[in-house]
């Protein structure tokens, strides 16, 4: 989107004001950046892409075209030739929104989200399941590759069972805490 509010002012290479547009969010972004007022703070800034700590802990990222959509991102026109390194915005500075606005910094960024799209993924999903005895023989050899790896090594924190009899399900008693939240779900797919 190239219009007369998208411009940027240079002043030994500090920028003094920048007004982008965002083409598109990712919905998850989006859902992170909802409310108005403080919505996070700068994570991590590279050439391309601004890093967001938003409430939980979540990031989302600002990036430039050649960087993509995402769920995460929120795509901007960010001039080319632009490198968001040494534009004086500095990791823990505020983000805030403001109506139709994200500002990053002291007034340094200011984002339009007035006309984003949102942005989802393309997903051809196939329902086509595996017969039931296939995908139990399938998370037993998962069983045995985490229980050999350790409780709490690698696989041994995703996965919670100790056996699996047809929907009989008994837990070990070392169960990480993504096994905790994901097991539930597992558990509905049998």
């Known amino acids: ?45 590279f050439q391309r892409v601004i890093n967001i700590t938003v409430s939980e802990n979540r990031l989302i990222s600002i990036v430039g075209q050649e960087v993509g959509q995402g769920p995460l991102n929120i795509l901007l026109n960010i001039p080319i030739k632009l490198n968001l390194t040494t534009i004086g915005v500095k990791i823990g500075d505020i983000v805030t929104r403001i109506g139709g606005l994200i500002i990053i910094g002291e007034n340094l960024i200011k984002i339009s989200i007035s006309d984003v799209k949102l942005w989802k993924p393309n997903i051809d999903y196939q329902d086509n399941l595996q017969p039931l005895e296939s995908i139990l023989s399938n998370i037993d050899v998962l069983k045995d590759v985490t229980l050999t790896s350790g409780p709490l090594n690698g696989l041994g924190e995703l996965i919670f069972f100790s056996q699996i009899d047809g929907f009989n399900v008994s837990k070990t008693t070392k169960l990480g805490p993504v096994a905790f939240f994901a097991s539930p779900y597992i558990v509905s797919l049998l």
Not at 11 to 29: C, E, K, P, W
């Open 1 to 45: 989107m190239n219009n007369s509010r998208s411009s940027y002012y240079l002043t030994d290479n500090h920028v003094d004001f920048l007004y982008l547009d965002a083409y598109s969010i990712g919905v998850s972004a989006d859902l992170r950046v909802k409310k108005q007022g403080k919505i996070g703070i700068i994570h991590s800034i």
